[in-house]
C-alpha cells in the first residue's frame, strides 16, 4: 500500500473492509488537546504501516470538538446518553479494527506509543493495559491520586479479582475487538474503567502491561476526585458479592456460634464465664451473619443469570444444590431447635410455670428455628432468581 492510498484509507475507514487498528477517543469539550490526540494516532498509524481509524465518540461536546476532530482526520460518532462509559460503548460499536486502543482526548496520553499495545496483542495478548506509575510526568497526576487513591483502587481490584495489574485505572489500553461480546460491558459512568478490567478478568482474558508516559492534561479535567473514586469503590464491592457479602457474613455467623457454644458449655474465656447476654449477643451475630450470607449467594444467582457474571463458587454447586436441599436443610435446622424448644417448654411446664430454669437453650433453640427458616426462604428466592435460566 502506497503512502497515499493509506493515507486515504485513514481519512475515509470504508475505503477499505480491513482497518487493523481503531483508536477510539472520548470526547467531551477536548477542543485543545483533540487535534493532537488525533495526530499523533495517524503518525503512528504511518509509522506502522497499517490501515487505522481514529473514531471520537463525541459526549456533547458545546466547544466545537467534534468539527475539530473531523477536520483532523477523525470520524466522529455523537452519543446523546452522558457518561465516560457511554461515550467509549458508542465508540467501540463504531470501531471496525482488528485492535482497539482507547485513550482520553486530553494528551495525558501518547497516542504516539500505540504500537506497544498492538504488538501484545499481536502476539497473544487480549488486553493490554498501560501502567503510568513509573513514568509520571511533573504536574500530571495529582499527589492524592498518585500516592493514595490510586494505589488503594488498584489494591482493593487485585484483591477482589485476582487481576494482577499495576495501574488498574489507566485509562489507555488495547483489546482485540472480538472479546466485548464476552464483556458485556454495561456502565455509563467513569467506573468503566474498573468495570472494563474486572470482566476481563471475569472473563479470563489473558491481560498484560505495558509501561507509558503519563503527561500533564490539555484542557480542564472532569474527574471529580471523591465521588468518582467513591463509584469506583462502590463498583468494585457491588461486583465482589464474596467480599461485600460472604466474607463478612460467615465471619459474623461462625462468631455468633461460637459465642453461643461457650456458654452452653460453660467454658471460661478470658478468664470468666459468660452469661445469657452473650448468649443474646452471640444468636444476633448467627441470625445476622446467616442473612448475610443468604443475600451474598442471592447476588451471586442474579449475577450470573441476570448480569452474565462468570462466577466460579455457583458454577461449581450450580445443579448440584437445588431448591430441594435448601429446603431439606432448612426443615432439619428448624426440627433441631423446635426439639431442643420443646425441652425447655417440658421443664418450664415441670417446674409448675414458675422462672424459665434454661433460658440460654431457649436462646440458642429459637436462633436455630429464625436459621432453618432463613435457609427455607434463601433456597426459595434463589430458585426464582434462577427460574429465566432454566425455561429458556
Given at each position: 500500500?502506497?503512502?497515499?492510498?493509506?493515507?486515504?484509507?485513514?481519512?475515509?475507514?470504508?475505503?477499505?473492509?480491513?482497518?487493523?487498528?481503531?483508536?477510539?477517543?472520548?470526547?467531551?469539550?477536548?477542543?485543545?488537546?483533540?487535534?493532537?490526540?488525533?495526530?499523533?494516532?495517524?503518525?503512528?498509524?504511518?509509522?506502522?504501516?497499517?490501515?487505522?481509524?481514529?473514531?471520537?465518540?463525541?459526549?456533547?461536546?458545546?466547544?466545537?470538538?467534534?468539527?475539530?476532530?473531523?477536520?483532523?482526520?477523525?470520524?466522529?460518532?455523537?452519543?446523546?446518553?452522558?457518561?465516560?462509559?457511554?461515550?467509549?460503548?458508542?465508540?467501540?460499536?463504531?470501531?471496525?479494527?482488528?485492535?482497539?486502543?482507547?485513550?482520553?482526548?486530553?494528551?495525558?496520553?501518547?497516542?504516539?506509543?500505540?504500537?506497544?499495545?498492538?504488538?501484545?496483542?499481536?502476539?497473544?495478548?487480549?488486553?493490554?493495559?498501560?501502567?503510568?506509575?513509573?513514568?509520571i510526568q511533573p504536574g500530571a497526576m495529582p499527589w492524592l491520586?498518585?500516592?493514595?487513591?490510586?494505589?488503594?483502587?488498584?489494591?482493593?481490584?487485585?484483591?477482589?479479582?485476582?487481576?494482577g495489574v499495576r495501574d488498574a485505572h489507566c485509562g489507555m489500553?488495547?483489546?482485540?475487538?472480538?472479546?466485548?461480546?464476552?464483556?458485556?460491558?454495561?456502565?455509563?459512568?467513569?467506573?468503566?474503567?474498573?468495570?472494563?478490567?474486572?470482566?476481563?478478568?471475569?472473563?479470563?482474558?489473558?491481560?498484560?502491561?505495558?509501561?507509558?508516559?503519563?503527561?500533564?492534561?490539555?484542557?480542564?479535567?472532569?474527574?471529580?476526585t471523591f465521588s468518582d473514586g467513591w463509584r469506583h469503590l462502590?463498583?468494585?464491592?457491588?461486583?465482589?458479592?464474596?467480599?461485600?457479602?460472604?466474607?463478612?457474613?460467615?465471619?459474623?455467623?461462625?462468631?455468633?456460634?461460637?459465642?453461643?457454644?461457650?456458654?452452653?458449655?460453660?467454658?471460661?474465656?478470658?478468664?470468666?464465664?459468660?452469661?445469657?447476654?452473650?448468649?443474646?449477643?452471640?444468636?444476633?451475630?448467627?441470625?445476622?451473619?446467616?442473612?448475610?450470607?443468604?443475600?451474598?449467594?442471592?447476588?451471586?444467582?442474579?449475577?450470573?443469570?441476570?448480569?452474565?457474571?462468570?462466577?466460579?463458587?455457583?458454577?461449581?454447586?450450580?445443579?448440584?444444590?437445588?431448591?430441594?436441599?435448601?429446603?431439606?436443610?432448612?426443615?432439619?435446622?428448624?426440627?433441631?431447635?423446635?426439639?431442643?424448644?420443646?425441652?425447655?417448654?417440658?421443664?418450664?411446664?415441670?417446674?409448675?410455670?414458675?422462672?424459665?430454669?434454661?433460658?440460654?437453650?431457649?436462646?440458642?433453640?429459637?436462633?436455630?428455628?429464625?436459621?432453618?427458616?432463613?435457609?427455607?426462604?434463601?433456597?426459595?428466592?434463589?430458585?426464582?432468581?434462577?427460574?429465566?435460566?432454566?425455561?429458556?
Amino acid at each position: 500500500m502506497t503512502a497515499d492510498s493509506l493515507s486515504s484509507a485513514i481519512e475515509d475507514p470504508q475505503a477499505t473492509g480491513e482497518i487493523e487498528v481503531s483508536v477510539v477517543i472520548p470526547c467531551l469539550n477536548e477542543a485543545e488537546g483533540i487535534a493532537t490526540c488525533i495526530q499523533k494516532a495517524r503518525r503512528a498509524f504511518d509509522r506502522m504501516g497499517v490501515a487505522g481509524e481514529v473514531v471520537v465518540a463525541d459526549n456533547g461536546s458545546t466547544d466545537g470538538s467534534p468539527d475539530i476532530a473531523e477536520a483532523a482526520g477523525a470520524r466522529v460518532v455523537h452519543e446523546p446518553r452522558p457518561g465516560y462509559g457511554s461515550a467509549y460503548q458508542a465508540g467501540f460499536a463504531a470501531a471496525r479494527g482488528k485492535y482497539i486502543v482507547m485513550g482520553d482526548g486530553d494528551d495525558t496520553y501518547d497516542f504516539d506509543t500505540i504500537d506497544m499495545f498492538v504488538e501484545k496483542l499481536e502476539n497473544g495478548a487480549e488486553m493490554v493495559i498501560g501502567n503510568r506509575m513509573e513514568n509520571i510526568q511533573p504536574g500530571a497526576m495529582p499527589w492524592l491520586h498518585q500516592h493514595i487513591g490510586n494505589p488503594i483502587l488498584t489494591g482493593v481490584l487485585n484483591v477482589f479479582f485476582r487481576t494482577g495489574v499495576r495501574d488498574a485505572h489507566c485509562g489507555m489500553r488495547g483489546f482485540r475487538s472480538d472479546v466485548l461480546e464476552r464483556l458485556n460491558l454495561r456502565t455509563t459512568g467513569m467506573e468503566f474503567a474498573s468495570e472494563l478490567v474486572i470482566r476481563s478478568a471475569k472473563a479470563g482474558l489473558k491481560v498484560e502491561e505495558v509501561p507509558i508516559d503519563y503527561h500533564p492534561r490539555i484542557g480542564e479535567s472532569k474527574l471529580n476526585t471523591f465521588s468518582d473514586g467513591w463509584r469506583h469503590l462502590r463498583f468494585l464491592l457491588i461486583h465482589s458479592p464474596t467480599h461485600l457479602f460472604l466474607a463478612p457474613g460467615i465471619a459474623m455467623f461462625a462468631l455468633g456460634m461460637i459465642a453461643m457454644a461457650v456458654v452452653l458449655t460453660g467454658a471460661d474465656i478470658f478468664g470468666r464465664s459468660w452469661d445469657l447476654h452473650a448468649m443474646i449477643a452471640g444468636a444476633m451475630l448467627s441470625i445476622a451473619g446467616s442473612q448475610v450470607i443468604s443475600l451474598g449467594l442471592s447476588a451471586k444467582a442474579y449475577g450470573v443469570y441476570h448480569l452474565g457474571e462468570v462466577d466460579k463458587l455457583h458454577d461449581r454447586f450450580d445443579g448440584r444444590i437445588r431448591l430441594e436441599h435448601g429446603l431439606i436443610a432448612g426443615v432439619l435446622v428448624m426440627l433441631v431447635g423446635a426439639i431442643l424448644a420443646a425441652v425447655v417448654v417440658v421443664d418450664w411446664i415441670g417446674s409448675d410455670f414458675g422462672g424459665l430454669a434454661q433460658q440460654k437453650l431457649a436462646v440458642f433453640s429459637l436462633t436455630l428455628v429464625v436459621l432453618g427458616l432463613q435457609t427455607m426462604f434463601t433456597s426459595f428466592f434463589m430458585s426464582i432468581v434462577g427460574l429465566h435460566s432454566r425455561y429458556e
